[in-house]
Every structure is written in structure tokens, then in C-alpha cells.
């Protein structure tokens, strides 16, 4: 599914034109969005939550030559399911 997917959904389901449909989304994405990056947990209830880990600086390896190489500490997006999506997902 991809972002105009969504906003069709939003379109055809709901009374607002495919612009006001589009614009919706867009605020929604800002705001997550906004949230990560200031650092906080995003909770959606029933959904999941979303939250901005570290990540430590570590050796790997170039696949292609087989070297090893340096990967910098850096930020990362973990996501964890609600109890509710999970079991929408197994029925």
C-alpha cells in the first residue's frame, strides 16, 4: 500500500475531497514525524508503538570485499505491535 493508496481510502470512504484527503495525511506523516524526531515515544492505541533508539557504533563488513569497516553510532526506528493489530493479523 502506498501513501496515494491511503489517501484514496480516506477519499472514498470519508466526505472529503481527494485534496482534503491528501492534505490529512500529510499532517499526519508531519506529526509523527515531528514526534520521532523530538525524541518521544509515538503511542497509537490499538495499533503500535513507535520509538527512537541508539544505535552503537560497531565493525562490519563491506559485502562486496569482505573488509571490515566502521559503522558510526546513529538513530534508529523500532516498532512494536499492539496487542490489538496482532491479533487482527493472526485471525
Do not use: H
Not at 58 to 84: H, L, S, V
Amino acid at each position: 500500500m502506498t501513501k496515494e493508496d491511503i489517501i484514496n481510502r480516506i477519499w472514498e470512504n470519508l466526505d472529503y475531497t481527494k485534496k482534503q484527503s491528501g492534505d490529512i495525511v500529510e499532517t499526519l506523516i508531519d506529526c509523527l514525524k515531528d514526534t520521532l524526531k523530538s525524541g518521544e515515544k509515538l503511542k497509537i492505541g490499538g495499533f503500535g508503538v513507535f520509538e527512537v533508539r541508539r544505535r552503537k557504533a560497531r565493525t562490519g563488513r563491506n559485502p562486496r570485499t569482505g573488509e571490515k569497516a566502521a559503522i558510526r553510532e546513529g538513530k534508529t526506528i523500532k516498532f512494536k505491535a499492539g496487542k490489538t493489530l496482532k491479533l487482527a493479523i493472526d485471525k
